[in-house]
């Protein structure tokens, strides 16, 4: 029984790393298109800009809401059901999209792309108890630069290859294949026993409402929320811009700059 545990345990662990890494993929795809784009007169800079915020505005939002729904919902058709709607945004996005259309899918891309983290998190804390948790946290952290090294180096040499278009439907069948491996092995929870087994589901979402509520009261929370943002205006200026920059300024081809950009990932 033990030995069950621990392999459903381990299966839980590497969909939710492996497939939110594939989630990075779908959402920073566009960040190595930007100039190809640009160059055949689809978009302007500007343009880029307002899509690039339509994303993170509808992500913000969408984390608030997801992260409560996640603690309340069956994570495993949570997750896989958005990755996959993340790569419908993709493949569709490949296809030539006007600018306004573009704009309602990326920040369609963001909201989905919200759900990725909590459901994580919610499935680790549910499967990982114990001392051990943060370490598990720190493993399951590195889901985000794996997949935005993935990104850089699988889509860069795509696009170089085949063209942007083909950059967005590489990503659109990553992202299918990491809806695969959450559907097959995030099970949402252990079996349920002892008091909470005796708890009506009622009782128990009460319970968790609570408990939410406590979270959104706490001002050390929003205290590292702030933090977190102003560290993050870092982190996506060089995610969201950099192969741009050094295609444009230093004259980079695609590839070359998106070794560079995987690399600091």
Known sequence: MKKEKDLRRTGVFWSVTIGY????????????????????????????????SALFFSYAIGKLANGTLADRLNIRYFM???????????LLLGMKMPFVIFVVLWAINGWFQSTGS???????KRWFTGDNFGSVYGYWS???????????????????????????????????LGALLIFMLLIPHPPVSGVMAAKPPTARKNEVGKKQLEVLKNPMIWMLAAASSFMYVARYAMDSWGVFYFQNEKGYDIKQASTLIAVNT
């Open 118 to 124: 909590p459901s994580s998190v919610v499935g680790l």
């Open 142 to 176: 590195a889901s985000h630069n794996l997949g935005g090294s993935l990104t850089y180096l699988v889509i860069g040499f795509v696009v170089g290859t085949f063209g942007w278009q083909a950059g967005f439907f590489s990503a659109s069948a990553l992202g299918t």
């Open 21 to 52: 890494a594939l989630f990075y993929v779908c959402r920073l795809s566009f960040n190595v298109l930007k100039k190809d784009i640009v160059d055949e007169g689809l978009l302007n800079e500007s343009q880029l800009g307002i899509i690039g």
């Open 80 to 90: 896989s059901g958005s990755i996959l709607a993340c790569a419908l945004v993709n």
